[in-house]
């Protein structure tokens, strides 16, 4: 399985509302429910208001478009972090997940899912939508 390294550093956080989130930029996850409204973005991409923040994040995704019958993906590589004692903030799309790992322990992630015979590819270009 290939994993994609996105080249930029991310941080979560939490805001008051959507019209603090630029909706024009090429990468951000958010999530709201009934207690929080939550972004994932480019670190450089940050509304000026936030509620909280933590930076520090790098991030790969699982390449392809994972169909919703395949069980355990996510589970067999946030175990194998775990197994090296690396925490993760996992996110995910229509098509595949996001694993973001503090930015200490992302070379040290990759190097051990490539131990495991996962392929990492260093380049990640945005692709327009």
Do not use: H
């Not at 207690?35 to 923040?53: G, H």
């Not at 197994?83 to 200490?104: M, P, Q, R």
């Amino acid at each position: 399985m290939e994993l994609k390294k996105l080249e930029y550093d991310l941080t979560v956080c939490k805001v008051d509302g959507i019209m603090d989130i630029d909706l024009t930029t090429d990468f951000f996850f958010i999530g709201k429910t009934d207690e929080e409204l939550s972004l994932v973005c480019k670190t450089e991409d940050v509304p000026a208001k936030t509620l909280e923040r933590d930076d520090g994040w790098k991030g790969f995704r699982i390449e392809g478009v994972l169909d919703f019958s395949l069980i355990g993906i996510l589970s067999k590589l946030t175990g194998i972090l775990a197994d090296n004692g690396i925490g993760i903030f996992a996110v995910s799309t229509f098509n595949t997940d996001y694993i973001l790992v503090k930015a200490e322990n992302f070379e040290k992630a990759l190097t051990v899912l490539s131990a495991e015979g996962y392929t990492v590819d260093n380049l990640f270009q945005p692709r327009e939508l």
